[in-house]
């Protein structure tokens, strides 16, 4: 079965915009049971839009921030063994290294947004705190030290001084603190070994059935049912007309991005040779400022010795 590569951001969309589908997905992923999940205010979603006339400068500024990063904010409701929880969980897709403060930057905007806060009932007291925050990343580059296709962060509270795990949750704590889950694409091959392998599955490159990569080549067999209803929905991605077009105009920007990229890169390195050579001179310019000095003292050394001699005399 081909299926449109859902590595571009508008084939993401296109999917994780079936709120059934986004829940089954981030579900698996997580590996807990969301009762409810509604999407919340996209602002900061990245598009693939053509500027309108009078905007072309700022899309051209504006454009490695909005098109190297692709995020979508939801909140969810999950059932617990204790009982139900609501929390925000962020899902981010990235293209690049250098996309790490983005996910700064959107993180603190997350935790300082006043809308992100619950009412819980503490001691017969009401009391406001911070939702918790699930974080997600779907990373389009490899991680430097680890080859684990989806890594989990969890925290554990334990006693600092007896090193016994705390098995109560505090709000303090969990409106502070989140959980986080890395998918590295890149790293994605033809293992199988659990449910969530089969799911992510359907970001693993190998298998493009053209030369830009926009269609891959699934087995609807290899997936659980639970999981078809993804591969269908992929499946319909290829015969959306606008789909095609916007993956089309997302590989020229990429191509320009990664242009951009290299360029920076060039400049950073001559700057840090500049900054090398720039150091040298400022080492051979203080050697010299000594040597300079050394002698001066020796002159008035000379000179107070040719005048006590005159003096002598």
Do not use: C, W
């Not at 994605?188 to 059935?209: G, M, Y």
């Amino acid at each position: 079965m081909q299926i449109a590569n859902p590595i571009y951001d508008v084939v993401f969309k296109y999917l994780m915009e079936d709120s059934k589908l986004a829940k089954l997905m981030i579900s698996s992923i997580i590996g807990e049971n969301i009762e409810r999940l509604s999407f919340l205010p996209q602002e900061f979603v990245s598009d693939i839009e053509k500027p309108k006339k009078g905007e072309k400068s700022k899309a051209k500024r504006n454009r490695s921030d909005s098109l190297t990063v692709y995020r979508l904010d939801f909140s969810a409701k999950i059932k617990t063994a204790e009982g139900y929880k609501n929390v925000i969980i962020e899902l981010q897709k990235a293209k690049f290294p250098t996309d790490i403060m983005r996910f700064r930057s959107y993180l603190g905007q997350q935790f300082a947004n006043k809308n992100n806060f619950q009412k819980i009932k503490i001691d017969n007291h009401i009391r406001k705190t911070g939702l918790p925050i699930i974080s997600i990343y779907f990373l389009g580059h490899k991680l430097d030290n680890t080859t684990a296709s989806a890594i989990k962060v969890s925290r554990q509270y334990s006693d600092l001084i007896t090193d016994e795990i705390i098995e109560t949750k505090e709000s303090f704590i969990e409106s502070l603190t989140l959980d986080s889950y890395v998918i590295q694409i890149p790293y994605l091959t033809d293992k199988r070994r659990s449910e969530l392998e089969i799911l992510l599955s359907v970001f693993d490159q190998r298998n493009p059935v053209d030369k830009d990569r926009h269609i891959l080549n699934v087995r609807e067999e290899d997936f659980p049912l639970k999981y078809r209803p993804i591969i269908r929905k992929l499946q319909k991605a290829i015969l959306d007309n606008e789909v095609k077009k916007r993956m089309e105009m997302e590989d020229g920007i990429i191509d320009e991005l990664e242009d951009m990229e290299r360029e920076i890169e060039g400049l950073e390195l001559k700057v840090e040779k500049v900054e090398q050579e720039n150091l040298h001179v400022k080492q051979e310019y203080q050697h010299a400022k000594h040597e300079i000095q050394s002698l001066q003292n020796e002159l008035e050394k000379l000179r107070k010795l040719l005048n006590d001699n005159k003096k002598s005399v």
